[in-house]
């Protein structure tokens, strides 16, 4: 099969241009991680549903397939609340909780779930998960919401505005560490090629 990739890509970027911090909790183990795939899931108002799609590279995606929990933040673009939103976005974006605790550097308390929930966040819903899709490199999630706060009234970070303030040597540093995370999903998806 022969697609036109550049059109492909036209058509799908920039679909979800918010950022959320999504974290979740396995035993002991709390982490996070940020993602661009979040949505709502529901057309049912009063049993709303949020959907998010993980890498299985990212350990965030197996503490979701362990727990069947997780809390999904949205940053916060206001003026006095923009510097936490972006030093969520690097602790949680920059680096893996395979190489040791990110959530110890952030403002915390405990969800309903047990997930973590971050208090510098501009709002937050929890979900129990109840169904989710294996796609040989990622899983979309969908769950039921079970609780929800919304700590600000400024209005939501988009990305873009949001990595134009980010330091080039951490937009360096992610790009470096996002090639290992590419070609996981590659090789993944190359192994399930095979076997079809
Ligand atoms: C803006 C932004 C969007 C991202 N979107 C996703 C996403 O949709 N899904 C995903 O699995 N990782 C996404 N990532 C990558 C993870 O946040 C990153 O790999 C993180 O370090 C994984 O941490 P973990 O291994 O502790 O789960 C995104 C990162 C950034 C900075």
Not at 4 to 22: E, I, M, Q, S
Not at 27 to 54: C, Q
Request: hydrophobic share 40%; with cysteine; aromatic share 6%.
């Amino acid at each position: 099969m022969s697609i036109d990739v550049a059109a492909a890509n036209a058509v799908l970027a920039g679909l979800r241009p918010f950022p959320v911090a999504v974290t979740s909790v396995d035993g002991d183990f709390v982490n996070g991680l940020m993602s661009l795939s979040a949505g709502a899931a529901s057309i049912v108002p009063e049993l709303p549903r949020a959907t998010v799609s993980l890498t299985k590279y990212n350990r965030t995606h197996d503490m979701l397939v362990n727990s069947g929990v997780f809390a999904m933040h949205m940053l916060s673009a206001g003026e006095d609340e923009i510097d936490k939103s972006l030093e969520i976005l690097m602790t949680l974006g920059g680096s893996s909780g395979r190489d040791g605790d990110k959530i110890s550097k952030l403002r915390t308390k405990r969800g309903v779930t047990g997930a973590p929930i971050l208090l510098d966040a501009h709002s937050y819903v929890e979900c129990r998960i109840t169904g989710s899709l294996d796609n040989e490199e990622n899983t979309i999630f969908v769950g039921d919401v079970v609780a929800a706060e919304v700590f600000s009234s400024a209005k939501r970070l988009q990305i873009g505005p949001a990595w134009a303030k980010l330091p080039p040597e951490w937009i360096e540093r992610y790009e470096a560490n996002h090639e290992p995370q590419l070609q996981h999903a590659r090789d993944l998806r190359a192994a399930a090629a095979r076997q079809s």
